[in-house]
């Protein structure tokens, strides 16, 4: 049974940072794309970054220059560093895995395997 952990969520302020994790088992995702989406309420969910098996990044406008996806094959774990938080960043966090076949890792709706979300709030 495939599960995905997320964990480090939590309250901030302005201009701080977190690292948030997802730590996978069940199958190993060493050679699957791997992704952090987010939720804020009353919005849709959407991408904040991706990542290659090989290591290739994607992030998204919004955070880009202040948030890092990095990636551990040998713990099966996914990362998200996030700097300069500001309010806006507010949400859900999300882990997705694996993309299935003919999908974009740049769509959440195109992962097949997600974790329960940790909760990121930022304060002003």
């Known amino acids: 049974q495939v599960q995905l952990v997320e964990s480090g969520g939590g309250l901030v302020q302005a201009g701080g940072s977190l690292r948030i994790s997802c730590a996978a088992s069940g199958r190993t995702f060493s050679n699957a794309d791997m992704g952090w989406f987010r939720q804020a309420p009353g919005k849709e969910r959407e991408l904040a970054a991706t990542?290659?098996?090989?290591?290739?990044?994607y992030s998204a406008d919004s955070v880009k220059g202040r948030f890092t996806i990095s990636r551990d094959n040998a713990k099966n774990t996914v990362y998200l560093q996030m700097n300069s938080l500001k309010p806006e960043d507010t949400a859900v966090y999300y882990c997705?895995?694996?993309?299935?076949?003919?999908?974009?890792?740049?769509?959440?709706?195109?992962?097949?395997?997600w974790g329960q979300g940790t909760q990121v709030t930022v304060s002003s």
């Open positions: 997705a895995a694996g993309v299935r076949p003919y999908g974009f890792r740049y769509r959440w709706n195109d992962y097949m395997y």
């Open positions: 990542i290659s098996p090989s290591g290739d990044t």
